[in-house]
């Protein structure tokens, strides 16, 4: 048990991932019960603008890493191959490639299994991917119940969107063996992957070997019971479980806390003042406490906040929360910090705002069109890809608030003002007079955009770099840089940058080292041939097409287009489904029409049918009687009389041998009256000398088979008796 400063290690504790796997169906994936669960509102995915840097030591892309300052990595958004312009299989798709910390489970004491690092895991590493059957609320509701009726002891619910729960119960992975402590090592937090919201455990702190890697169950995880706590940490809270369970899962989740900017001090006072009011208002259902959101007093963002902001306004899901944030944004009117706003997917992010929240809130509204107005913008490449324009429009035309109708009007005229930014750069001895001569300057190819802030976001301070000199007084000092780059000063904002020109890249950070070459290709007579037109090492373009010398397209060109061209394909996709759509409806029709016809001819039919029965049977009634045969008339009268005349016999013989017997005599007295007279009828009632006579016979014919079936009978019995007594002996 840990004493509360040096965590507890398991060193020597026995491995049980082999035997824990057992315990439930390990799956890869999460899987869904319906495609729509976990999907991001976001429409448009998010592109970084990060370029290639090729490691030809490691072989592999090194973009987006840890220090890279990637806009994606810093608002838990992963990469994507298809859109991302930072290269193939970059740093930043840790939950793609699966890239999980080295753990195995144990068994511990008093919480079953548990999960612990075999390697040291740096802080903020992702440990694990918290995988399961992704559910919708109603399902989710009905397994709680299922698995208290079970008796489970352990949970594994995951809250990954406001109506849809990640389940690890049955099929699950690893990440569902990680344990709950009132003073965790580790956290759970959202990741946007391609269109899915996706849930990952990363390290909190640096997590040494051995040690148990633990999350706070009261912030993240939803189970059926009130449990006893058994971390050991010195602030244990003693409980855990339950639906919102204890005071720390009333308030904030850390990613929304740190966006709010407020600290744990604030909650505790606050949960001390309110005690009595919170037990009594506090929503069941609520994922944050509402009332302590509304309380709130929020401040301006700070450098330092933005990311934070950005990444919970990408995935609030609260209309509380987006308030907040947009409340703290509309505070904030620091050019710098703005322009960094911007790039961590500003305008797609308020796009979206706007898009879900428009309709409904009007002063939230103005506040997004006023940050909007507020931006610095010198082209219009950003608002083009995000496609915030049409959404102003719509805004415009649907309002009915002057006020918000006049703001929309006015960016909307602004943003016509604006064109696309190209860039071509000047061949290197052309570029490098020019820088000389101190005329022209160019913006970093990142945004393609002239950069309005200082590029100092996530790097060293001037200050760090070189003292407390201008950033233009070593503009021409280019003696430090490596073969082929150069500076230059942004007129826009007075900061110097730094460009390769034969490449076409820049950037803001000074280079080091050399250019990355791209991966080596392989070498001998029969790839010569293959790769004669590749450009030599050191002119490779890393991460952009070979394009004639001086003819490069920006990135934002390249989205823009890749954007229109996803528009285009969607656009053709949707056309061919509408076409599919109406060939089916017409095929449809057409089937309905036959069938229709069918259905129609069916039913005349039957009634011709009806109708030719009726005039048969109308044919029928004019016809004079047909006459029955002798035969059948004295069946009918003999079969009238015979059966009563031997029904005495039932008794002994049976109903059936009765049944036979009045049979053959029917067929016996028929033979005899038509012998003797063929055409002539039989009366309508036999007189008593004629049923005497046929009682007579009768009488006579049972007396015989009387004894034939007497004769019979003992046979039988005694068969049946000797068989019986042979089985007693036996």
């Not at 509304?294 to 700070?302: D, G, I, R, T």
Request: proline content about 4%.
């Amino acid at each position: 048990m840990s004493n509360g400063t040096t965590p507890e290690l398991f060193m020597n504790a026995e491995d049980k991932t082999a035997e824990a796997k057992t315990k439930f169906t390990e799956i890869v994936e999460c899987t869904y019960l319906s495609k729509s669960l976990g999907s991001i509102a976001l429409k448009e995915l998010m592109a970084c603008d990060c370029a290639e840097e090729w490691d030809h030591e490691k072989q592999m892309n090194m973009a987006c890493g840890e220090h890279s300052h990637c806009i994606n990595r810093v608002t838990s958004v992963e990469c994507t191959n298809k859109l991302c312009f930072c290269g193939k299989d970059c740093q930043n798709q840790r939950f793609q490639k699966k890239q999980y910390s080295e753990v195995k489970v144990i068994q511990t004491e008093n919480k079953g299994y548990g999960l612990v690092a075999e390697k040291p895991i740096s802080e903020g590493a992702f440990v694990y991917e918290y995988i399961g059957e992704v559910i919708d609320e109603a399902t989710f509701r009905q397994r709680m119940i299922d698995y208290d009726t079970r008796k489970l002891r352990h949970f594994y619910f995951m809250m990954l969107t406001k109506d849809a729960f990640i389940d690890a119960t049955d099929k699950g992975s690893l990440a569902r063996f990680c344990n709950h402590s009132c003073s965790p090592n580790a956290y759970v937090d959202k990741w946007v992957v391609g269109d899915k919201l996706r849930m990952g455990i990363f390290a909190k702190r640096e997590i040494q070997p051995g040690e148990e890697i633990t999350f706070d169950y009261n912030v993240d995880r939803y189970g059926a019971q009130l449990q006893p706590c058994y971390c050991g940490s010195a602030n244990c809270l003693g409980w855990m479980g339950g639906k919102t369970q204890t005071d720390a899962a009333l308030l904030l989740p850390d990613g929304i806390s740190e966006a709010l900017g407020v600290t744990r001090a604030q909650e505790k006072a606050w949960l001390k003042r309110n005690k009595q009011a919170k037990v009594a208002q506090q929503n069941a259902e609520a994922t944050i406490n509402e009332d302590f959101v509304k309380s709130l007093e929020v401040e301006a963002l700070s450098e330092a906040d933005v990311s934070k902001a950005m990444a919970a306004l990408m995935k609030a899901e609260d209309v509380i929360v987006v308030e907040k944030i947009i409340e703290r944004l509309y505070l904030t009117e620091d050019a710098k910090i703005n322009s960094i706003i911007v790039r961590l997917h500003g305008y797609k992010t308020l796009s979206q705002v706007l898009k879900d929240h428009a309709s409904d809130l009007d002063d939230l509204t103005s506040k997004v069109l006023l940050i909007l107005k507020r931006w610095p913008t010198m082209t219009r490449n950003k608002i083009e890809l995000s496609q915030i324009e049409d959404v102003v429009k719509k805004i415009v035309e649907d309002t009915e608030n002057p006020e918000i109708r006049e703001l929309g009007s006015e960016l909307l005229s602004d943003w016509s003002k604006l064109e696309m930014a190209y860039r071509i750069p000047k061949n290197r001895e052309g570029s490098a007079k020019a820088e000389r001569a101190g005329r022209g300057s160019m913006s970093p190819l990142y945004g393609r955009t002239v950069r309005l802030a200082s590029p100092t976001w996530g790097y060293e301070d001037a200050t760090e770099q070189g003292g407390n000199e201008s950033p233009q007084s070593d503009v021409n000092d280019d003696d430090e840089l490596p073969p082929g780059w150069q500076k230059a000063v942004d007129p826009n904002t007075d900061t110097v940058y730094y460009y390769h020109a034969e490449l076409g890249i820049s950037k803001w950070e000074k280079p080091k080292g050399i250019v990355p070459k791209g991966p080596s290709f392989p070498k001998g007579p029969a790839k010569q041939k293959q790769f004669k037109n590749q450009q030599p090492k050191g002119k490779l373009r890393v991460g952009k097409p070979n394009h004639k010398e001086g003819d490069f397209s920006s990135i934002e060109e390249e989205k823009l287009r890749k954007l229109k061209e996803e528009q285009f394909k969607e656009m053709q996709q949707k056309e061919k489904l509408l076409q599919d759509l109406i060939a089916q409806s017409q095929q449809e029709a057409e089937e309905k029409k036959k069938q229709a016809e069918e259905a129609r001819r069916a039913k005349l039919e039957k009634i011709n049918q009806k109708r030719k029965q009726k005039e048969m049977a109308r044919v029928r009634a004019k016809l004079p009687p047909s006459k029955e045969s002798v035969e059948v008339q004295w069946t009918k009268t003999l079969a009238k009389y015979i059966p009563n005349m031997i029904k005495k016999y039932e008794a002994e013989i049976g109903h059936e041998n009765v049944k036979g017997c009045a049979r053959d005599l029917v067929k016996i007295l028929l033979s005899k009256e038509t012998k003797r007279d063929p055409d002539s009828p039989p009366p309508k009632e036999l007189d008593n000398a004629k049923l005497k006579k046929l009682k007579e016979f009768s009488s006579n014919f049972m007396q015989k088979f009387l004894i034939k079936f007497r004769n019979k009978r003992p046979r039988t019995e005694q068969t049946h008796s000797n068989g019986q007594s042979e089985k007693q002996a036996t």
